[in-house]
Nanobody
Framework: QVQLVESGGGLVQPGGFLRLSCAAS????????MGWHRQAPGKEREFVAR???????DYVDSVKDRFAISRDDAENTLYLDMGRLKPEDTAVYYC??????????WGRGTQVAVSS
C-alpha cells in the first residue's frame, strides 16, 4: 500500500508563508484525487483542498485566494502553498490520497502554528 509522509510544517508569524509537502512512497495508480485536511486543537478534522487527476482543484472557502495545491507526478509529491497565514490556520495538516480501488490513504500529519 502507498504510504504518505508530510513535511514542511513549523512556526510562522501571521501573514507569513509555508509550503507543505506530501511524498508518496511509490507511483500512484488509478489516482482519483489527493489533498489536505487539517485538525485544529479541540476541533474536528476539516477539508482544506484537493486536486483531481485532471488537475482540477477545490478549496474550503476560508483558504481560497491564500492557499494553492499542486502535484508533481514525476516526484510523486503533493504540495500545499499557504500564504497570508492567520492564527486560525494553526492545525495539524494531513495529506490524503483517493484511488479507484481501496480505502483512502492518510499521512500522519505535520504541525503548523501561526503565532507572533
Amino acid at each position: 500500500q502507498v504510504q504518505l509522509v508530510e513535511s514542511g510544517g513549523g512556526l510562522v508569524q501571521p501573514g507569513g508563508f509555508l509550503r507543505l509537502s506530501c511524498a508518496a512512497s511509490e507511483s500512484i495508480s488509478d489516482l482519483i484525487a489527493m489533498g489536505w485536511h487539517r485538525q485544529a486543537p479541540g476541533k474536528e478534522r476539516e477539508f482544506v483542498a484537493r486536486i483531481f487527476k485532471n488537475g482540477a482543484t477545490d478549496y474550503v472557502d476560508s483558504v481560497k485566494d491564500r492557499f494553492a495545491i499542486s502535484r508533481d507526478d514525476a516526484e510523486n509529491t503533493l504540495y500545499l502553498d499557504m500564504g497570508r497565514l492567520k492564527p486560525e490556520d494553526t492545525a495539524v495538516y494531513y495529506c490524503f490520497l483517493v484511488q479507484r480501488l481501496g480505502p483512502p490513504v492518510w499521512g500522519r500529519g505535520t504541525q503548523v502554528a501561526v503565532s507572533s
